[in-house]
Nanobody, 116 residues
Framework: QVQLVESGGGLVQPGGSLRLACAAS????????TRWYRQAPGQERELVAG????????NYADSVKGRFTISRDNAKNTVYLQMNSLKPEDTAVYYC?????????WGQGTQVTVSS
């Protein structure tokens, strides 16, 4: 059974940090590129960050460059998103995505709320 399970979301004050984790099971995680997306209320889902499967090449949305860091641990079948200097506009549900060729899997999402 394929699963992507996100964790680490919550309520944080502006300027604070959170670390999201996405644990994968049921497929060969190391072969899949992974991404974090987010969706705020009333807005479309947007790509936040991605990391390749082979060499770990990363890419980021302009809005999070310099603040967020994506990483992966293939031994633990887990991808992470370290989020620093959080802003209220980062508030959204964050989703983990894994894709390879015609295969694509999504997690259920974790809520991140940045508010004082």
């Amino acid at each position: 059974q394929v699963q992507l399970v996100e964790s680490g979301g919550g309520l944080v004050q502006p300027g604070g940090s959170l670390r999201l984790a996405c644990a994968a099971s049921g497929f060969t995680f190391s072969s899949y590129a992974t991404r974090w997306y987010r969706q705020a209320p009333g807005q479309e889902r947007e790509l936040v960050a991605g990391i390749g499967s082979a060499y770990g090449v990363t890419n980021y949305a302009d809005s999070v460059k310099g603040r967020f860091t994506i990483s992966r641990d293939n031994a633990k079948n887990t991808v992470y998103l370290q989020m620093n200097s959080l802003k209220p506009e980062d508030t959204a549900v964050y989703y983990c995505n894994a894709h390879y060729s015609l295969y694509e899997y999504w997690g259920q999402g974790t809520q991140v709320t940045v508010s004082s």
